[in-house]
């Protein structure tokens, strides 16, 4: 699986990360293609892991200020 996403919603990320997970899928991520933002914690969900240099960008998240959680919850309950 390949993604070219600018980011988006975090947790939407992070399910989809699970679920490629829980599929057994590879993630390849080539520098043609964007990845960056909230995309890269779907990319962390394949059961095997493939990237160029360069093709992931990876910044700190960001949560509304009426998210369930905040960032440090976030990060803990993030299983690769």
């Known amino acids: 699986m390949t993604f070219n996403s ?3 919603n975090v947790h939407a990320a992070m399910a989809f990360g ?3 997970r829980v599929l057994g899928l590879e993630t390849v991520q080539l520098r ?3 990845c960056a933002s909230a995309c890269a914690l779907a990319f962390v969900g394949g059961a095997r892991r493939t990237a160029e240099p360069g093709s992931i960008g990876v910044h700190q998240s960001s949560f509304s200020g009426d998210a369930a959680l905040d960032g440090h919850e976030a990060v803990a309950l993030f299983r690769p």
Do not use: V
Request: aromatic content about 0%; cysteine-free; overall charge neutral.
């Open 6 to 8: 600018n980011g988006g």
């Open 18 to 20: 699970r679920t490629i």
């Open 32 to 34: 043609a293609a964007e």
